[in-house]
């Protein structure tokens, strides 16, 4: 599975902290990141302006770790407070050189595109991958459109409020 998160209203944070408060608060943020992901078995893959890459062996260690980074975002007692909105998709990628690329990553980064900050939205591959159970709540079907890929796609929200 791959994750992307996206920082929201980053660029105003990084102009109203300035270029060296903001630098050393997304290394921060990075560095957190880096291990909740690492220790839940993932890849922390790189990072892309405010945001990240990521990797997984599975849609469920995928899912654990976006819950626990949105808990984590919603903990800071740091101000401001950072935001993040999470995309992911479950399927085969190419990796080359330490990074990975094709539809699987495409489709997770338009994923995280479409949520809004404190989200977590997941494709239908990764939904059916984790199966029922009870173990993640979701909200959903709801049809989208995503740039580069044709027709309507069903996504999820991952409720990881509870």
Known sequence: SVMFTD?????????ALGDAVWSARISAHFAELREVIEAAGGQFVKSLGDGTMS???SARSALQTAQELQRRMQAQAE??????????????VVQSDGDFFGSVVN????????????EIILSEATRAMVGTGGAFTFSGPTYETLRGFDGEHSVYRLDWRK
Do not use: N
């Not at 101000?79 to 999470?86: F, V």
């Open 107 to 118: 489709r997770a980064a338009r994923l995280t595109a479409i949520a809004d900050g404190g």
């Open 55 to 57: 990797s997984f062996p």
């Open 7 to 15: 920082g929201v209203s980053s660029s105003a944070l990084a102009e």
């Open 79 to 92: 101000e401001p407070q950072l935001s993040l909105r999470i995309g992911l998709h479950t399927g085969d």
